[in-house]
């Protein structure tokens, strides 16, 4: 496979096409006009106002509703098994510091604490308000931004794995109801997935893992499902959520024929909606969405077209961009966006096209635009430190590596099992060493990023590098893989589409009917969620 960049669409003919056009006029991105979220302890969504006016020096935040808390005290997420969705347990502030945050520090030590604890009361005034539609919002003049110094993990891959605890049951109730990937959420709390019954389920980290013990635990349930009235594209968490502030514990998620829903990760009850339109005013579905690390902007994939919503302003109203016009541009349909996490400046989009653009703002400027994936790009990811962006693609059997500081270089490939069109998802640990990934046929991939890559052959457009450790993780399809972001775990998850195979002549009698003669006797099916141990 031969590496591209180019400006064009994807006809130019392929001998042509081994150079970057870089455009020489690129704007020094710094747009501080933007609507930012009031402080780092809410998310602010839906005006129930929104006729109402509001000057540019004195915007008005509205605050979702939160919540009721009882006589000051914080409400932790669900952690008993089988508890429905609202439902959130009697468990002390104390409790849930100790078994979601490994180490919280403020400025003034324990006076932290107290400040989280005082605002129980605040926070039912806020809900009680914003149900009367007047438009309010937090004030943080007396409290310290919480700043969270989670440990590095150390992983041990010299050996296999150990599976700590799963969820089969859970989607086992129907034989077709695989999984479509799974995700840590940003305090590692709590694990979200996604499934072909059209359902967002919440698996409660169990608190056994805080303390060292990871034997004998129980199977995974879920303490929330959301459910969408179509297939889920996409689906991510709120970058800034914490489980010790209720109001930033949120998600979104596009589906089929749908606006983008943000879903409270503590009720399962829908906060509210960013609606796109097209040229006919009717509601266009998102195919991919991703917040930037503040969490004020919500990027979200179209046809050939990039919509920015503000987090603080849900509704129709965004910024629409362009990504082919005038015959030049990234074409096809936004499969997948990134946001650097080291400049949030710059943005990646890949697309069905089987291309990348990277992207940079504050007018979502075109750098560059990248060919090289055999099937549509599927998924990007930006490496912690931004220097580089991974792209893996469907029916493509290699996950590329591009060098962002020099555009159209592939650093190396990493190959995988991928033979159809199903998404499968690969996760970067949190230092960027490690890079995770299933396959086709149930085995789990695991490559050091600071490694050496060696060609594979002569021939080879780019080196290849081996990974470090597999393991068959499951007997099907894993689609889903994610590290936590600072303990030694692993989550993964399986499944896929299957169709029924015709029955042999000697196992049937001739007067059945068609609907009898198909039989999925010999197909295997592993629709599960599994959290493995990677620690010593």
Request: charged share 25%; net charge negative; with cysteine.
């Amino acid at each position: 496979m031969d590496p591209k960049v180019s400006n064009e669409e994807k006809g130019q003919p392929k001998d042509s096409v081994d150079k970057v056009e870089l455009d020489p006029e690129v704007e020094n991105p710094a747009d501080d006009s933007c609507v930012l979220v009031a402080d780092d302890s809410c998310i602010l969504v839906e005006d129930s106002s929104q006729s109402q006016d509001s000057s540019v020096d004195e915007t008005v935040h509205v605050l979702p509703e939160t919540p009721d808390s009882d006589g000051g005290q914080d409400q932790g997420r669900p952690p008993q098994e089988g508890m429905g969705v609202g439902d959130t347990g009697d468990r002390s502030l104390e409790q849930e510091q100790m078994t979601i945050q490994p180490d919280v520090t403020t400025s003034e030590g324990k006076e932290g604490l107290s400040q989280v604890e005082q605002t129980g009361d605040s926070l039912q005034e806020i809900s009680q308000l914003s149900e009367e539609g007047v438009q309010v919002q937090l004030s943080s003049e007396n409290q310290e931004p919480m700043e969270y110094d989670y440990p590095t993990p150390v992983f041990d891959f010299s050996k296999a794995p150990v599976q700590v605890t799963g969820a089969t049951t859970e989607f086992g109730e129907f034989s077709s109801n695989f999984l479509k990937g799974c995700k840590w959420s940003p305090d590692g709390s709590c694990i979200l997935t996604n499934s072909d019954d059209n359902t967002l389920r919440l698996f409660n980290l169990p608190v056994q893992l805080y303390q060292g013990q990871a034997e004998g635990l129980e199977e995974l349930t879920s303490v929330l499902q959301m459910r969408e009235g179509e297939t889920i594209y996409d689906y991510c968490w709120y970058p800034r959520m914490t489980s010790l502030q209720p109001e930033t514990c949120c998600l979104v998620s596009t589906c089929k024929d749908n606006p983008i829903h943000l879903w409270d990760a503590f009720t399962g009850q829908l906060r509210c909606t960013y609606k796109a339109y097209d040229h006919v005013d009717e509601v266009v579905a998102a195919h991919s969405l991703t917040f930037n690390p503040e969490g004020n902007k919500l990027y979200c994939g179209f046809n050939k077209t990039v919509r920015i919503f503000e987090t603080n302003r849900p509704g129709r109203e965004c910024e629409t961009r362009k990504t082919y016009a005038n015959k030049t541009g990234q074409g096809g349909i936004i499969s997948c966006i990134d946001v650097s996490p080291e400049n949030p400046d710059i943005y990646a989009c890949g697309s069905y096209s089987k291309s990348v653009g990277v992207y940079t703002e504050p007018k979502g400027k075109l750098l560059f635009h990248l060919q090289g994936q055999q099937g549509g790009v599927t998924q990007v990811m930006f490496s912690p430190d931004g220097n580089r962006l991974y792209s893996g693609g469907r029916k493509d059997p290699e996950i590329l590596c591009w060098d962002m500081r020099n555009p159209g270089a592939v650093l190396f490939s990493l190959k995988r099992e991928v033979v159809t069109n199903q998404r499968m998802y690969f996760h970067i640990s949190s230092t960027g060493q490690y890079l995770v990934s299933g396959g086709q046929g149930g085995v789990i991939s695991v490559w050091d990023t600071t490694l050496t890559p060696e060609p594979e052959n002569s021939t080879s457009a780019e080196p290849v590098l081996q990974p470090v450790l597999t393991w068959r993780g499951h007997n099907d399809a894993v689609n889903g893989v994610s590290i936590h972001p600072f303990a030694t775990l692993l989550a993964t998850a399986s499944g896929q589409r299957k169709f029924r195979l015709p029955m042999d002549s000697s196992e049937s009698d001739t007067d059945e009917s068609d609907e009898e003669l198909m039989s999925d006797r010999h197909l295997t099916r592993d629709n599960s969620l599994r959290v493995w141990s990677l620690s010593a």
